[in-house]
Every structure is written in C-alpha cells, then in structure tokens.
C-alpha cells in the first residue's frame, strides 16, 4: 500500500509537470497510456485506476494554466455534450446498482468529456493533430508487439484463449476481442493517412506501413472476426474516395464470386455471414433476449450496469453464456442509457459525419484529413454491429479523440470562413 502511494505520488507530480509545460504532449502520453485503466488501486472511498488518475491531473492542471493564463475556453458541441452527460446521469440513478453505475459513468461519461473538453481547447495546428496522430500509432505498435509476443511464446495468454484457433492474444488485455476492438479503428485511421492525407514524407512513410502490418497482423493473431468487419467496412468505405464507384462494386461482386466459389472459403464464410457460427448463434439470441427487455423498458432500458440485472428475466433458455452487453452498438446504448441516450448517440454520430462531409466539400486538401477520421468511425461503428465498441475506458477516450479532431478542423474552417 505505501509502495502504490509513493508510486502514485511521484507519477502524479511528473504528469502534472508535462501536463503544464507541454499540454498537447501529455495528451498524447494519455493516449498511449489508454491501457492503464487496467492498474486499479482500492482505497476507504472508491476503487480507481491508473487512467482515471492521468485524466483528472490532465483536465486539473489544464483548467488551472487556462484560468492562470486568461485564455479562453473553448466549448464546441456544449449542447451535445451535455445531452450527453444527462443522458448518462438518468442512466446512472435509474440503475439498480448505483454504486457499479456510479463507476461507470466516472469512467465511460465524465472522464471522457474531461478528455475532449482538454483537446478541443490545447490541439489548435496541424502539427499537434500529427502529434495526437503518432501517439495513436505508437500506442497501437506497443500493443501489438506485446502481442507478437503472446504470439510466439503463449507468455501472458490466459487458458481460454491459449489453444484456440492455434493460439488467440491478447496482448495486455484479458480477451482477444478487446484487443482488436482498440486497434482495429487506429489501423483504419492509418491506412486512409497513407492513402488521402499528405501526413507522411520519405522518412516516414514508411513507418506508417509498419505501424499498419503490425497491427493487421495483431488482428489475425488475435482472431477478432469482429474487427476484420469493421476494417472490411471502412476500406470499401475509403475506396470510395479513391476510385470510381462503379470500379469498386465491380470489384467487391468478383471478389465474392471468387470467395464463394472454393468450397473452403465458402464454409467458412457462410457461418459468419449467417451468424450460425457459435459465436454469431450467441449474438443472434442475446439480441432477441435484449429486444424482449427493451420491449418491456423501452424509456429507460436497464441503467448503466443493469443489462446482467434484468436480462435474466428476459433471456432465451437456450443461453446460457453472460455477457455484459448485448454487443450491438445501438442495443448497448438502449440498454444502458434508455431511449434518450440512444437517440444523443446518434445526433452524435450524424453529426460527426455530417461535419465530415460538409468540410470536404471545402475543396481544401487539409480537410482531407477528416476522411481517415470518418474512415476510422466506420470501423468503429462496423465493429459495433457485433461487439461493445464504446463501453470500455479505453474505448471511451479513444471514440471522443476522433470525436474531438473532427471538432478542431471544423473550427479551423469556420475560423477561416470568418477571416475572408
């Protein structure tokens, strides 16, 4: 316990040191630090972890230089954020564990909205974007090299997963999923930079390709079928700003001809597709078991950390694994945050896309950069199909720094607007 403390204080004065002299660095430390929710602590009070420590010091240390400094704070989609919040606060005290949905909402709401409120403001050039940008590519290399690791020792890889499919990592995390969830997204963001952003020169293009064959080949080792979803949608998605529509479509049809012609890919597509694969059987019958429940609570779903709670009452027999979500994205918004939340969810997410497509119609090659940001959210949310693609701390933060770099190129733009 004195060993955590003395940790803890130190830590906790050189973060705040970096947090004050260089903002936007810190940033990017908390990024690559993602995974940290995993260091918990306990105490009298409230368990905590690692993350929650860094972001409280992150937002603290910016409030009080911005109040010291006389600058402005900037508040871009305030009233989006708030919905937000509340939607999470009715979430919260309608659950019927409120102190697990206290923690949840510190960590997946308040903290989150810390982290961006901290962005929008510090992040104002190119060039710190860029370093918000290597901080997700450096976070997804040591990820994935912790993970080639798993791979080629089975060190670190609990027994579940350690003789499936010729061995599943894991890497830091406690399931393989967990792992594609937080990487998949990042190799999405990286390949639409290679491919439409003029973000790489000479010297390091060819890092961003390293930082791309290291993460595919995290995914593979992995085995998250949800993850290579999500990355499928968001190249055909990306294709579509490179080549002609009528090209792409020719190619999807010859590519699916040619996979369904060899009984080999067919057999194993086919399952996926239909969803008769025990894991595709699993989702197919916890949503019908969670379609029952908001049939019955359609207004408030079940609270934050209430789908275990009252999805006992309404599951098919013939399931009998626990999850803690219903792995769909808009059922897991239903069910943990009512029909408001659900509703704040998808404001939010037409929003992001909306303000994508409104700046590429600028004609300015720096708002091409919005289209890695709409590639990385489609595969997010194509992940979100068949997974929990929000409900995780690290998950959280990493859906609000897309969130949040959308929101710093539109405020270039309308800046610039103003300026003519």
């Avoid at 929008?120 to 690791?149: D, E, T």
């Avoid at 390091?204 to 290291?214: A, E, H, K, R, S």
Wanted: hydrophobic residues 60%.
């Amino acid at each position: 316990m004195i060993s955590q403390l003395i940790f803890l204080i130190i830590f906790a004065g050189l973060f705040s040191f970096l947090a004050y002299r260089e903002t936007d660095w810190a940033l990017g430390i908390t990024i690559i630090l993602l995974p940290t929710y995993l260091i918990r602590f306990t105490n009298n009070i409230s368990p905590f972890t690692l993350l929650e420590v860094i972001i409280v010091l992150l937002f603290v240390v910016w409030l009080i230089k911005t109040i010291k400094q006389k600058e402005k704070i900037f508040w871009s989609n305030k009233i989006l954020l708030i919905a937000f919040i509340a939607a999470a606060l009715l979430a919260t005290f309608t659950s019927p564990d409120l102190r697990q949905a206290l923690g949840l909402f510190k960590a997946y709401f308040l903290e989150p909205a810390l982290f961006f409120l901290v962005l929008i403001n510090v992040i104002k050039s190119k060039k710190q974007i860029k370093l918000i940008s290597w901080a997700l590519g450096f976070l997804l290399v040591w990820l994935s090299i912790y993970g080639a690791v798993q791979f080629f020792t089975g060190v670190g890889i609990p027994d579940p997963w350690y003789e499936q499919a010729g061995r599943r990592i894991v890497s830091v995390y406690e399931y393989p999923n967990a792992l594609g969830l937080i990487l998949a997204p990042i190799i999405a963001y990286f390949v639409a930079l290679i491919a439409r952003v003029k973000f790489f020169n000479r010297q390091t293009f060819w890092w961003g390709v390293i930082i791309i064959m290291l993460g595919v080949f995290a995914l593979l080792a992995a085995v998250s079928q949800g993850a290579w979803l999500g990355l499928l949608l968001a190249m055909i998605f990306l294709s579509f700003f490179i080549f002609p529509w009528k090209k792409i479509l020719l190619v999807l049809l010859l590519v699916t001809i040619t996979a369904f012609a060899f009984p080999q890919t067919r057999d194993y597509l086919m399952p996926l597709i239909t969803l008769t694969d025990v894991s595709g059987d699993v989702r197919k019958v916890m949503w019908q078991g969670t379609w029952n429940l908001l049939k019955a609570r359609p207004l408030l779903g079940a609270g934050l950390a209430g789908f275990p709670h009252y999805y006992e009452q309404y599951r098919l027999i013939k399931h009998t694994e626990f999850l803690l979500y219903p792995h769909n994205i808009g059922l897991n918004f239903w069910a943990e945050l009512g029909i408001f939340g659900l509703l704040v969810v998808i404001y939010a997410l037409s929003t992001f896309f909306r303000t994508g497509f409104r700046l590429l119609k600028t004609k300015n090659l720096d708002y091409n950069w919005t289209i890695a940001l709409m590639t990385a959210m489609v595969c997010l949310i194509g992940h979100g199909l068949v997974d929990v693609p929000y409900f995780k701390n690290d998950l959280a933060i990493l859906f609000w720094v897309f969130f949040g770099m959308m929101t710093i190129i539109w405020r270039w733009q309308q800046d610039a607007s103003l300026s003519k």
